[in-house]
């Protein structure tokens, strides 16, 4: 299979690029100077931008290289998730080694477009670059929401419940199991915990539905960890957070904690990108937002209540001790 | 000066994120999960992705980094000028080693959003993470262009003129000049040269201006090098191109390719990413073109005329023979 050294960059470019899509709101698609896009007059416009290391974001033995491209993909369909928008157009910056398959790096391209396909978006753009070291993907993914309807992390006031998408720690647990115990990991007991962070779920349609009930009051994304996430929502929003809880039982995460001779609040509590959403809700619009979430068979569990008690997170008695540093991921540090 | 391992992450994100940053037209600036944007109605949307990496789009004993941060910032606003859009917004992605230097790391970032906000853009949102191998940069610029107004490369016919800016072949000759006799190369006689290769000009009031003569029928940034560019434009258009010349005048560049025992259309003909402007014009409207371009102070210069020949690029007797193949900048080759 050739590679990239042998077909060049704008062969390559050729196999990446589709050119003539056509996409909802795309003037002008890939293949000019830049991308020109039509936006609806009562929208308002939402960006993000996110980049996946090779051996950082993705073990390349533990995914397709199609598999890589989607997970890129939920990772930016995630953070829009979060401020309740729709996905429409993604620009794609790839930076490679030279001795990289192509048909590869098409795959990769491929898994990226099916997923941001699958939640209304297209590819309108994007860049190819030649690295000596570990490849990269920087996707920036463009989208829209009803004109000042965004969710944001700062609206979250004393009385709101704090709820959570889905099972965080998860992905965390998979990671390291996935690192450790590589042979184990593979065992058919493991696939659903390896799921969710190999494969993890869009939140997209979820927001749009939630986003439909008006009661979220503040988002943000699960993706450096539970106590991470719930600390930037608190100081984003200026309150304190009161937690009775974790997230829902779940006994796998607890299996796998067992497996790794770990608790299961180490997982919650620990780095773990698990894309869930983690919203402040309206007590009164509790019920309907709980009925619309699991219409869609997501599990979504109250955690915790807003308090006014601004920068405290505390959690109730036998819910396990706040780890005195934001334990996000960080990247420089790991 | 601390490095991004001692200091974090987060800490990194706090010194390079300005938050509260009010720019026109942003509704939710950097700090959220994505950001938020009001475009005018009567606006499109126009997004370009460029990255740019260590050792291959800067080298650092040439650049500082508030240049490189400059450098970056002036390809992706060159994109935009090709498409006669005004920037807006811009998403930043740092790829970077853990033992960089946070207050170089600063100081590319203020290098960037000093000639982004000099051409009327800020940055809204971005990414860190770190990487083992080369540094890079990956910027999304977002811009606005009057609806249904963008520039393609797709719109030159028959008759039209064909145009530049500014003296294409200076930043190649420069690349060149720096690579093989660094020494020398920091002459003042050679200030200007490498100027046009490290702190290229910004196009984008002149494509403003441009844009306003009705003028223009086609449009692309001279990034790839001149003869890869024409090649381009006139495949995106359908039409042949007839060259009368490759440039202005331009006794700097003779001066260089002499020292460097070349020809001054090698650097014409080859890789140079120039970032001028390189446009199709419609032949009635010649002059209020050339007026309004010349009152900045840029040279202009008509090099020739579109055919009907589909796919042949003919360079007048005495220019020169045009190279077999496109002499674009190929990473993957290079």
Same mark, same amino acid.
């Given at each position: $299979?050739?590679?990239?050294?042998?077909?060049?960059? !704008?062969?390559?470019?050729?196999?990446?690029?589709?050119?003539?899509?056509?996409?909802?709101?795309?003037?002008?698609?890939?293949?000019?100077?830049?991308?020109?896009?039509?936006?609806?007059?009562?929208?308002?416009?939402?960006?993000?931008?996110?980049?996946?290391? @090779?051996?950082?974001? +993705?073990?390349? *033995?533990?995914?397709?290289?199609?598999?890589?491209?989607?997970? #890129?993909?939920?990772?930016?369909?995630?953070?829009?998730?979060?401020?309740?928008?729709?996905?429409?157009?993604? /620009?794609?910056? /790839?930076?490679v080694?030279?001795?990289?398959?192509?048909? *590869?790096?098409?795959? /990769?391209?491929?898994?990226?477009?099916?997923?941001? %396909?699958?939640?209304g978006?297209?590819?309108?753009?994007?860049?190819?670059?030649? #690295?000596? %070291?570990?490849?990269?993907?920087?996707?920036?993914?463009?989208?829209?929401?009803?004109?000042?309807?965004? +969710?944001?992390?700062?609206?979250?006031?004393?009385?709101?419940?704090? =709820?959570?998408?889905?099972?965080?720690?998860?992905?965390?647990?998979?990671?390291?199991?996935?690192?450790?115990?590589?042979?184990?990991?593979?065992a058919?007991?493991?696939?659903?915990?390896?799921?969710? +962070?190999?494969?993890?779920?869009?939140?997209?349609?979820?927001?749009?539905?939630?986003?439909?009930?008006?009661?979220?009051?503040?988002?943000?994304?699960?993706?450096?960890?539970?106590?991470?996430?719930?600390?930037?929502? =608190?100081?984003?929003?200026? #309150?304190?957070?009161? $937690?009775?809880?974790?997230?829902?039982?779940d006994?796998?995460? @607890?299996?796998?904690?067992?497996?790794?001779?770990?608790?299961?609040?180490? !997982?919650?509590? %620990?780095p773990?990108?698990?894309?869930?959403?983690?919203?402040?809700?309206?007590?009164?619009?509790?019920?309907?937002? @709980?009925?619309?979430?699991?219409?869609?068979? #997501?599990? !979504?569990?109250?955690i915790?209540?807003?308090?006014g008690?601004?920068?405290?997170?505390?959690? =109730?008695?036998?819910?396990?001790?706040?780890?005195?540093?934001?334990?996000?991921?960080?990247? !420089?540090?790991?």
């Amino acid at each position: $299979m050739p590679r990239l050294r042998e077909v060049g960059e !704008f062969e390559a470019i050729r196999r990446l690029a589709r050119r003539g899509v056509e996409a909802p709101g795309v003037v002008v698609g890939s293949g000019d100077d830049a991308a020109v896009m039509r936006l609806d007059p009562d929208r308002d416009l939402v960006a993000t931008t996110d980049a996946f290391v @090779e051996g950082r974001h +993705w073990l390349a *033995e533990w995914m397709t290289p199609a598999e890589v491209g989607a997970r #890129v993909a939920l990772a930016n369909l995630s953070d829009l998730a979060a401020m309740a928008a729709v996905p429409r157009w993604a /620009l794609v910056a /790839l930076a490679v080694r030279a001795d990289q398959e192509l048909d *590869e790096l098409v795959e /990769l391209e491929r898994g990226l477009e099916r997923v941001l %396909g699958a939640n209304g978006a297209a590819v309108v753009g994007g860049n190819l670059t030649a #690295v000596a %070291g570990e490849s990269s993907i920087t996707v920036t993914l463009l989208g829209d929401v009803e004109r000042g309807r965004a +969710w944001t992390r700062s609206g979250a006031r004393p009385g709101d419940l704090i =709820a959570v998408t889905g099972h965080p720690g998860r992905a965390g647990a998979a990671l390291r199991l996935a690192r450790e115990r590589a042979a184990e990991a593979r065992a058919a007991e493991w696939r659903e915990l390896l799921d969710a +962070w190999i494969r993890p779920e869009s939140r997209v349609a979820l927001a749009g539905a939630l986003a439909a009930t008006g009661g979220v009051t503040a988002a943000i994304d699960v993706s450096d960890g539970l106590i991470a996430d719930l600390r930037h929502l =608190a100081a984003a929003s200026g #309150v304190g957070l009161e $937690m009775e809880r974790l997230g829902a039982d779940d006994p796998l995460l @607890e299996r796998a904690a067992a497996a790794l001779g770990a608790g299961v609040d180490d !997982f919650r509590m %620990g780095p773990s990108d698990d894309y869930e959403l983690l919203v402040a809700l309206d007590p009164g619009r509790r019920e309907s937002c @709980e009925l619309v979430v699991r219409a869609q068979g #997501v599990p !979504f569990t109250v955690i915790g209540t807003v308090t006014g008690d601004a920068g405290r997170l505390a959690l =109730a008695r036998g819910v396990g001790r706040v780890p005195p540093e934001p334990k996000g991921y960080d990247h !420089f540090r790991s």
